[in-house]
């Protein structure tokens, strides 16, 4: 079962492991996850989501890869679009399917394991200070027993000229496997950059892939962050990510859940500073039995912040979804812009969701909004189109392309938009 | 010819014009949650024809646009209503559309990601489809688009845009007789184009209508008012009241309403219902 696999891989990296702050990290994590183990359905945030079904089976970290990757790779949404390619299978880095573009060799867009060696000051000034480990327990068995992942650092006013991919791929093939990327990403003052997180998946065996990506966007500088997650067959997936922001950050994130047997985000934004304005879309398609969780959580920590987030789910068949979005504003947080809404379309009697808005306010001067929304298409969109002699099954689908669209057309590269809007449109 | 005919259960055609015979209406009652709406009624509309339905708030007016298109809130209690013969009533909303029955709306929705190239490019190329016509080629549909968007004098940016996403009340409208342009119903059917216009809009709107008038098509115009039929001047006006037509007669019948309000209509119905 997956716990006996991770305590024995874990006993068979101390045996290896040199002493080092780093091992230290790694101990008093792996402490924790032993202490607390998996979340389950008791713990009120994953009341909705129940990993038992992860648990019970038996999972392999691996660095096999097989040669379907290349033609997945091929096939993937990002193969012609001009972009810093970082590629990993199962956890490892693979530099032969990678690319990197960018000329400014200031700017650092690597892997982590490297960077560990390499960028040994800013990956200690950073590694470990956002993703928190205590009662986080998939945190704590990430830092316990990372793979590998990307590393970008964008020094002062650089700006990456082209996004930077950073493409998973679980290749269970062979047998059912289990990768933890770590993924560190750190934009200097003033600096910007476009970061695309992919998920893609081949092979007939299962897979359980925890990722933790720590963000760190420093004074005034600019954040595009996209996730997209597409992975086929018997995927598990729990993603963190912590994003923490200094004065006068600018973020727009979109996560886009496309496919994954079950999928657990928890995107985490704080507010570290003055005038911060963050932009949070999500967009999550489930079909069949799938499910998908998105605990998004807000920290407004300082004054005269803006976040404004928008989540939209489409649930067909039998799929469930969950939706929990926080907002937390802090005492000192006055003058804070605070909107969220969800909306869900349920396309079948047997489809559910789950939805939680949630909002706690300390300060007193604040704007703040939330609202979640489920039911079927609007009649009225419905019948207009039916008045010009579109038939019901082509206008629902327009209605629903429209409704989805609005959602991946928060990114901002216009040719991953035009091949996002046709995956969309076959899948609805 | 000023004098006002009243006419009972019987189908009309008081001027006695001529015409190929398009909708026929037939003692049509409908009610919406077991309310009762419409209460019987009769109306003939041939080719060529313009018809104003007016009167007071609550007559039924936005009741019979909406059966006649085919809003499925609606129980049709009893009645008939055919288009060139064909039952319409039997028909989906869509194959109404298809057969040749347009509804400009009152309020016309804001539909965000449905942009219009795309809304008419489908709605045009289903009308095709249902009348066994190969689709429209790509280059031959937006030189369509381009020629109707002139013909009613429409803003070509609004085409680019969403549909009718932040649009005015006018362009929305205008909007409107652009898509009736597109797909050249047999019959349209105008639901208070009026309501939320101001003058100069109103004006482009029923040029657009005068435009689009000819000896093959018919509009139903439902007004409060008689401001719009100066514009769009019917050959027949119908008064509707308690979901009846009480009075019918040409374009003069607008003006006496004008200037003396329904009340005397309604007198005069509760009298002949005590006689009766």
């Known amino acids: 079962m997956l716990l006996e696999n991770i305590k024995s891989e874990y006993n068979q990296y101390k045996n290896q492991a040199e002493e080092s702050a780093f091992f230290q990290l790694r101990e008093k994590a792996f402490a924790e996850f032993d202490k607390s183990g998996f979340p389950t359905i008791k713990n009120e945030e994953w009341k909705y989501t129940n990993l038992k079904s992860i648990f019970d089976k038996n999972f392999k970290s691996t660095c096999v890869s097989s040669a379907s990757v290349k033609n997945l790779l091929v096939d993937s949404l990002f193969n012609s679009i001009k972009a810093n390619k970082l590629v990993f299978v199962n956890g490892s880095f693979n ?37 928190k480990i205590e009662n986080e327990s998939l945190n704590a068995m990430n830092t316990a027993l990372m793979s590998d992942g990307a590393f970008v650092y964008v020094p002062s006013n650089k700006k990456v000229e082209n996004p930077i991919i950073i493409i998973n791929v679980v290749d269970a093939n062979d047998m059912n496997v289990l990768s933890q990327p770590r993924n560190l990403i750190i934009l200097e003052k003033n600096a910007e950059a476009c970061i695309v997180e992919s998920y893609i998946s081949v092979g007939v065996n299962a897979s359980f892939i925890n990722v933790v990506n720590e963000i760190y966007v420093n004074e005034n500088a600019h954040l595009e962050h996209y996730k997209i997650q597409q992975q086929t067959g018997e995927s598990y997936q729990n993603n963190y990510t912590q994003i923490f922001q200094e004065a006068n950050t600018n973020i727009n994130q979109v996560t886009l859940t496309l496919d994954g047997t079950m999928v657990r985000n928890n995107l985490h934004f704080y507010m570290n500073g003055k005038n911060c304005d963050t932009l949070l879309y999500g967009l999550y398609i489930t079909e069949g039995s799938n499910h998908i969780d998105n605990h998004t959580r807000v920290d407004h920590a300082m004054p005269n912040c803006q976040s404004n987030e928008l989540y939209k789910g489409i649930m067909k068949d039998k799929s469930t979804a969950v939706f929990n979005g926080k907002i937390m504003v802090h005492l000192d947080a006055q003058k804070t812009n605070a909107y969220q809404r969800n909306q869900n379309v349920l396309l079948d009697p047997e489809a ?54 609005d959602i991946a057309e928060k990114i901002k590269i216009p040719e991953l938009v035009g091949l996002l809007e046709q995956l969309i449109e076959e899948k609805l | 010819m000023n004098e006002i005919e009243k006419i009972g259960n019987q189908t009309l055609s008081p001027l006695g014009r001529v015409g190929e015979g398009l909708l026929s209406i037939k003692n049509l009652k409908a009610e919406i949650e077991g309310k009762k709406i419409l209460n019987g009624i009769n109306l003939e509309v ?14 039924g007016k936005s009741t019979l646009s909406a059966v006649l298109a085919g ?18 009533l039997d028909m989906s909303a869509e194959d109404r559309a298809r057969e040749g029955v347009f509804l400009a709306f009152q309020y016309p929705i804001e539909i965000p990601g449905v942009s219009t ?17 190969e689709p429209m080629e790509a280059t031959d549909f937006l030189k369509l688009m381009r020629q109707k968007m002139e013909f ?32 050249e119903p047999k019959l349209s059917i105008l639901d208070e184009t009026d309501s939320g216009l101001d003058i100069d809009a109103l004006r482009l709107v029923s040029e657009g209508v005068n435009k689009l008038r000819n000896k ?53 119905v509760e009298a002949n219902a005590k006689i009766i």
């Open chain 2, 71 to 88: 809003r499925a809130d609606y129980d049709v209690t009893e009645g008939s209503v055919t288009l060139d013969g064909k039952d319409l």
């Open chain 2, 117 to 133: 190239t795309n809304f008419l490019k489908t709605a045009v190329n289903e009308k095709r489809k249902y009348q066994g016509l």
């Open chain 2, 216 to 268: 093959d098509n018919a509009y139903i115009v439902i007004t409060h008012y008689q401001r719009l039929l100066d514009y769009i001047v019917p050959d027949f006006v119908h008064v509707l009241y308690k979901g009846r037509i009480v009075k019918s007669g040409d374009a003069s019948l607008a003006k006496e309403l004008e200037l003396k309000g329904y009340d005397w209509i309604k007198a005069e």
């Open chain 1, 95 to 131: 530099p032969e399917l990678s690319s990197i573009i960018e000329k400014d060799s200031a700017i650092v867009i690597s892997n982590l394991a490297k960077a560990r060696k390499e960028n040994t000051i800013v990956f200690d000034a950073h590694f470990g200070n956002y993703a």
């Open chain 2, 46 to 59: 041939k080719a060529g024809e313009v018809h104003a339905i007016m009167g007071p708030n609550g007559a």
């Open chain 2, 152 to 183: 009613v004098e429409m803003d070509k940016s609004l085409t680019s845009r969403s549909l009718n996403e932040g649009f005015s009340g006018g362009e929305k409208k205008r909007n409107e007789i652009f898509q009736m342009a597109m797909l």
């Open chain 1, 352 to 405: 559910s969701i789950n939805t939680k808005p949630q909002l706690e306010i300390f300060a007193d001067d604040v704007k703040c909004t939330h609202g979640a929304t489920i039911g079927q298409l609007d009649e009225e969109p419905m019948f207009y189109l039916r008045s010009r002699g579109i038939p019901e099954d082509v206008a629902r689908k327009m209605l629903l392309n429209a409704f989805a669209d």
